[in-house]
């Protein structure tokens, strides 16, 4: 009989998930991820690299054999961390800040650890059960009414982010609404917020089949705050049934992107119940400050809404991504909370939080919040001791909406000119990022304070670069 060759490689067993070396290399990987945290001040907080450099710096196809761990670390020091935008810079101060802390990703290790798909109850029981409990302690930190927790007749799911949150209660008010009209015309269904709220309720709006034109983003003025007036949405509301249409659902912004507006949520649903409209709270970022006895008063009127959704990663401390749902309804014993969101599967992100209230409190996390609001005041009270610089609306929260204008006589053009590149200046030297942003026909630059490492020392080094950045500019003027 003949000897059959084989053409086999000898190589090692394949094991991915080997316990000692998972822990090896898994202390290899914290030690790794603290150095980066520690020497986080040495990047610049804005990536400098252009559209296409990490193609250009790494093979073109993924290796046949292994590589080593400390080979890999060794590119994401000197290719990917080079491309990243640091987002946990103590100098990041641009759009909302995305919170980390050590109890939450302890909590991310534990999820991907036991690697749930807690798509009902059975799949994971202690995923369920702990994502209800969660959701009741966030609930009763906030002071909602029993009306939104599972011990009373509500209850919350954890979505990844605000905009699914939006979709799925867009789809719970437009579905009940065809279901009572019967006539199955969705074309007549009109939806209502301010010209301030995100820009993903638009999208979600058309996802769910509502016409564009009945989309009603309705305008705000900086005398009242840029937050939605009642008797305007009053109106727009009377002026579409007239017209036949069927209002069917209000967002309320609680902390809008641009400046932090409140919309006023008692008077608002009022006007919208009359009409039997679904009014949802969007207090993505905001929310979170109402665990605060001196912030609560924004969700007055809360009992008079239909869903409430806040995002822990913004101001909590959970790192991306975690927006928290509730909603007033009749809950079951058991949950299945694949039916709560538009995907199947669903991650153990409990977990994230649940360590957080444990670990920390929630006088820590109240502390927390106070400082991000403290250190804003800090800065707000720097720019009204220079006069060359304006608050433009009133601080409430976190952020700061100024800018620079030295010389009313300049015209709303050239001041506009003068702040875009003041901006410019003060990003490209990697020390500090902002962002901007335009409402009611006014560019204003946003300091938005909260990421988790900011101290106030790196407020005062971030105005004085600011007021270096104008002098230099003022000189050219």
């Known amino acids: 009989m003949g000897k059959i060759e084989s053409n086999l490689v000898n190589t090692p067993h394949f094991n991915p998930l080997n316990p000692q070396e998972f822990r090896k290399q898994a202390h290899e990987m914290v030690d790794f991820i603290a150095d980066y ?4 001040e040495s990047y610049p907080v804005l990536s400098q690299v252009q559209p296409g450099y990490l193609r250009a ?6 290796p046949s054999l292994p590589e080593s761990l400390e080979t890999i670390l060794e590119d994401v020091k000197n290719q990917i961390i080079p491309g990243m935008t640091h987002w946990l810079s103590p100098n990041f101060f641009a759009f909302f800040p995305s919170t980390v802390s050590t109890a ?3 909590g991310e290790m534990l999820c991907t650890c036991f690697n749930s798909v807690g798509f009902n109850w059975i799949a994971s029981p202690a995923a369920t059960e702990l994502e209800m409990l969660v959701i009741d302690w966030l609930a009763d930190m906030l002071k909602l009414p029993k009306s939104f927790m599972f011990q009373g007749t509500g209850g919350g799911v954890i979505q990844n982010t605000t905009s699914e949150a939006i979709l799925v209660t867009l789809i719970a008010a437009r579905d009940k609404a065809l279901d009572v009209d019967g006539s199955g015309n969705l074309n007549k269904l009109v939806v209502y917020a301010s010209d301030q709220t995100h820009s993903t309720f638009a999208k979600a709006c058309k996802m769910v089949g509502i016409s564009p034109r009945n989309i009603r983003l309705i305008p705000t003025t900086i005398d009242a705050g840029f937050s939605l007036s009642p008797i305007q949405l009053k109106a727009a509301v009377e002026a579409d049934m007239a017209d036949g249409l069927v209002p069917l659902y209000l967002c309320v912004t609680l902390g809008t992107t641009s400046t932090t507006a409140v919309d006023p949520i008692e008077l608002l649903a009022g006007v919208a119940k009359e ?7 969007d207090a993505a970022y905001a929310g979170s400050a109402c665990i605060c006895p001196e912030f609560r008063h924004h969700l007055n009127g809360v009992e008079l809404v239909d869903s409430l959704s806040l995002s822990p990663h913004k101001w909590l401390l959970s790192g991306l ?9 009749e809950s079951d014993s058991v949950v299945d909370f694949k039916d709560w969101q538009v995907g199947t599967g669903r991650r153990f ?3 994230r939080l649940w360590l957080i209230f444990r670990t920390y409190g929630v006088v820590n996390l109240q502390d927390h919040i106070r400082s991000d609001v403290g250190m804003a005041k800090i800065f707000e009270d720097f720019v009204r001791s220079d006069p060359r610089f304006e608050i433009v609306v009133p601080r409430e929260f976190g952020l700061v909406c100024f800018r620079l204008n030295p010389d009313e006589t300049f015209g709303s053009d050239y001041t506009e000119l003068l702040n875009r590149k003041l901006l410019d200046w003060v990003n490209s030297t990697g020390r500090v990022y902002m962002t901007h942003t335009k409402v009611g026909g006014i560019y204003i630059l946003r300091f938005a304070v909260g990421a988790t490492l900011t101290g106030d020392n790196h407020v005062v080094a971030a105005w004085k670069l600011i007021k270096e950045g104008a002098d230099a500019l003022l000189k050219t003027v």
């Open 275 to 281: 009409h039997g409209m679904w009014v949802h709270v």
């Open 321 to 329: 991504d975690c927006c928290c749902l509730n909603k007033q309804s």
């Open 349 to 351: 992100k409990s977990l």
């Open 104 to 106: 939450g990703f302890l």
């Open 57 to 62: 710096n790494l093979p073109q196809n993924a």
């Open 37 to 40: 945290y520690q020497n986080i």
